[in-house]
């Protein structure tokens, strides 16, 4: 069919129907239409084709928008778009497939107009949906001039025509995970809404948006919409809306009563106040207890205008503004390397990776063509972005999004410098409790720590990068504190205590003298255990339990050792796959094994093989997408699947050992005996190659299916190591990385401690020994309820290691086993925890 002009203004051509091999025939066809029309010069399409290649042009629902890159604008004779309509779509890219293929020329920003309309379009599906159907070009052509606005212009202020009044019952207000509910339905009923509390009013589109509103419990809004089908969308989005009131009352009286618990005698470890002053809960996310005066740390989210320039000269402000970031970034890596380490600078360095994102600069460039201001388009596509991250209800990806937001605030203040005030330079000289929404890494990196003594958040999770780098500043911090935390008076007292997630307020002169004394008594100890922390980990009546420190890289062993480890129970060598992008290569493994060996002499080095999946993810191993990665190929089951990663590391581990030293091999998420034989059949056959000594082949016991069958598997595995982290994971169906269901992932509960016990006894069958190398070997009590168990070796983060000693020097072996089978008959975690110093365990 040939095309329709249309369109006074913009060379307008519409092909109905039309027809493509792919994606670069469309755009080609596009191209030559426009060649034809004499809008451009021959050799237009190769630059639309060109540009295709670095930015997607796909606009959304089913709407793409090639064009010429900037340098080729001086191909462009006349301004003019041409729309060709594929009924049956054309793949994009994978899972984007385009109806209409708006192709464009623009020597101005006359086209901009139309890109208007077509945004406008894509948020009406039964329009766009009829332009897609249609066989009249007059129909697009109409829509394409249509001037009129989705939604009647209304003042910021002013409620659309259709309205509910609604007053908020949920108890804790609107936060965030009631309010990304109301954004996602928000964004599909496809009617222009927005929330209104008194003079405030806005987009539910936007979760930074409601957010801000800052609703309490109590507060009466209006909830409007406006176009077609306002009445239906409105009533859609309120029935969401108070169908979320019984989960939010719900969740309220599940905290109001954990806080009871806490308050009351609490099971749970800490100072616990002489008097009863006021308790506000979240999740402990870095440990110790701090007092200070209350700092809130206002909003930094300033009000970002819309102030459209020319697409040529945004451009340029947005590249230098990244450029400039960059620079920046690096500046902050380094920084951060030297006073942090490596380790959590590589957060600054996954943040870096994100200003060369190309999905996020197509989006800023999509929204800039749409005729809007740098800025603005860039805050609004980082915003979308992290939006939609944090919304999937992953918390590794709310993590990103956090990130994202990170980033995007230096970028903003690059763009300009207006935007990038934070407050974080009013701290107050004492040191405080630095009460904020959320704390960005970079807030956190940068805090000066003589002025910070502790830090609560209302949002956030365990797992955050912020979280991270707390621990490693030694801040004691909870995060999820809710709302409230924001509405305390600035000035006040609080004590923030890291390891229960509990902050209390306002305490009396006796609560705060208990709070000191118990700090004090806290390093006194501190001070004692690493004073003794060279001697071996020895009950009172001569029973020895090893002690060991994972640790993945050499210049760490110095560190651990000189904690009183006696050497490496656990090196992780998915790091090493992660931290260089790409994989290491057998030369390069054998170098860093042999490093690890060197550095600790004859002390032995247990090296756990690759354990990809689940929660470490490496990219550029390209794995598919799994719906549920913890229970999918990962560890053993990823290496039986992949030689080619498998064979190298073996073939790396048994030149080290052939060179001297003593090395155990360990390998991850075993489940079963075939894959124990298969990975042990594999070592051998590598070993045999070689010609290198026989080493122990041992495995982590981390699922219950490994640990009920310990004694079939003990027959062929030389040791266990149990991982308590995956263990209970796996035992209580809990997310490890869940920040909702953090404080109930407890390695103490009997289910998870029948489980080891369980493996000791299978593993004894066969006089195997067993270690532990999970979180709960590095906690005090835990170490000495796994002694009692029968555990005979605790490997550790370095840190732990003189504290643990010092617990198992302190009493006898008889104590601890009597301990356990305390433990092992308890009905819950707290149960257990409650026999921390309780009647014949006082000494444990
Ligand atoms: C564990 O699961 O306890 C463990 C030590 O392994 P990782 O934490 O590396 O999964
Ligand atoms: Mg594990």
Known sequence: MPPTPIGPTVETLIRIDARAANKEDAIRQAGQLLVAAGCVVPGYEESMIRREQVANTFLGSGVAIPHGTGDDKGLVRRDGIVVLQFADGIEWNPGQVAHLVVGIAAGSDSHIAILRRLTRLIQNEARLRDLIGTRDPETIAAALRDDAPAAPAADAAEDYPERIEWTVDYPAGLHARPASVWSESARSVGSPLRVRHGAEAADPRSLVALLQLGLKAGDTIVLSAAGGNARAALERFHGVVTRLTAQEKADAARAAEKAAAAASKGPLKGWTPVGTPRLMTGVAASPGLAIGRIHILAATEAEVADRPVDLVAGGALLNGALVRTRAQMEGLIDDTTRRLGAGDAAIFVAQAGLLDDTDLITLTCQIMVEGHGVAWSWHQAVEQMATRLAGLGNPVLAARAADLRDVGRRVLAQIDPELGTGTLGDLPEEPCILVAGDLSPSDTATLDIGRVAGIATALGGPTSHSAILARTLGLPSVVAGGPGLLALPPGGTAIVDGDTGRIWLDPSEADLESARAWLAERARLRAAEEEKRANPAETKDGHRVAIGANVNRPDQVAFCLSQGAEGVGLMRTEFLFLERGETPSEDEQYTVYREMMEALGDRPLIVRTLDIGGDKQVPHLDLPHEENPFLGVRGARLLLRRPDLLDPQLRALY??????????????????????????????????????????????????????????????????????????????????????????????????????????????RHGRWVGVCGGLAGDPFGAALLTGIGVDELSMTPRDVPAVKARIRNTDLASLRALAARALEAGTPEAVRALDGAADGKDV
């Open 655 to 764: 030149r080290a050992a052939k060179a001297g030293g003593e090395l155990l091999i360990m390998f991850p998420m075993i489940t079963s005996l075939p894959e124990l034989i298969a990975l042990r059949q594999r070592c051998e056959a590598i070993r045999a190659e070689l010609e290198a000594p026989v080493v122990p082949v041992g495995i982590m016991v981390e699922v219950p299916a490994a640990a009920v069958q310990s004694h079939i598997l003990a027959e062929h595995a030389d040791f266990f190591s149990v991982g308590t982290n995956d263990l209970t994971q796996y035992t209580l169906a809990i997310d490890r990385q869940n920040p909702e269901l953090a404080s109930e992932a407890d390695s103490l509960h009997p289910a998870v401690l029948r489980l080891i016990a369980q493996t000791v006894e299978g593993a004894r």
